[in-house]
């Protein structure tokens, strides 16, 4: 099968498409033939060698999270799964390979994809989907009429969390690039700044802060109303003690609270995302469609920054 991979950490330009022995499903695993799959920042960073204390310095290595397809084999012990259902979902947690062909996986890493949408606008969700949700509904408890402010809310995460925000009733700042403010007040956002002349002085008081971006946590932790809660989904990577210290001082000093979460989202979350979309609160975002061989083209440009919503890799 044909499969994006890489023989040594660095730039974009160590992906290509290669060729890799079809997988099978195993006891209590479903085949999935892989339809698309989309950029995600964690994969920049493994492709990148910073995350080798996990992925380790074993190669060929490969990349993809997402996964939106079809039931192409089940397993023994899988009785809710048919061969041809659509599903969605990630890889498990700190493992990749979802841009391929095929993926064995275990169906608790999947739901039924949303009806009333194709696969690969539908590849752009599931990672980025179920962090809003996890971030916003079960961290936050985001209520109607609360002031909430999304930092990088043109991004995969980001976009999704605007349209979240406005869905749960709450009033929605976004924090993105001059030339995406239309777009982000399109998505559902009340109001709209340049991050690049707007900082946390010209902003606040919030009851919710989202930030995708990590850097200067404190500064916009200071923003909080007294019972206000934040969630952190990236730390600034070149002062990362400083981003770690927002969160661990909040959590043990003040009423404003710092939070974050390793994502590893499960069927359930798969199916709560679903039904957001079915129901016309969410919808997927995307930038640019690239076929599987131009898995490091998708790359560099989502390094390069300015992207509106996610990088989607068609693999079918």
Known sequence: ?????????????????GTLPKPVAGPGEVLVRVHATSVNGGELSGRAGKLKLVTGRKFPQRTGIDI?????EVGSSVHHLAVGERVWGTMPHLRFGAAAEYVAVRPRQL???????DLVRAAALP????TAITALRDKIGLMGGERLLVRGAAGGV?????QLGHALGAHVTALAGAKALDFVRELGADEAHDYR??????????DAVLDTVGTDLGAYRGLLAPGGRMVGIAFDTDRPLSSLGAVLLSTVHGTRRVRSFTGNPLHQLFADLAAYVENG??????????PLSDIAKAHRAMEAG??????????K
């Open 1 to 17: 099968m044909r499969a994006a991979r890489y023989d040594r950490y660095g730039p974009p330009e160590v992906l290509y498409e």
């Open 68 to 72: 939106a397809g079809e039931i192409a």
């Open 111 to 117: 739901s039924y994809a949303p009806e009333g949408i």
């Open 127 to 130: 990672g980025v989907g179920t």
């Open 158 to 162: 980001g976009s999704v969390a605007v």
């Open 197 to 206: 002349t707007t900082g946390p002085a010209d902003l606040g008081p919030f």
């Open 281 to 290: 609160a969410i919808r997927p975002v995307v930038d640019t469609v690239h």
């Open 306 to 315: 300015g992207v509106r919503g996610k990088h989607v890799i068609q693999v």
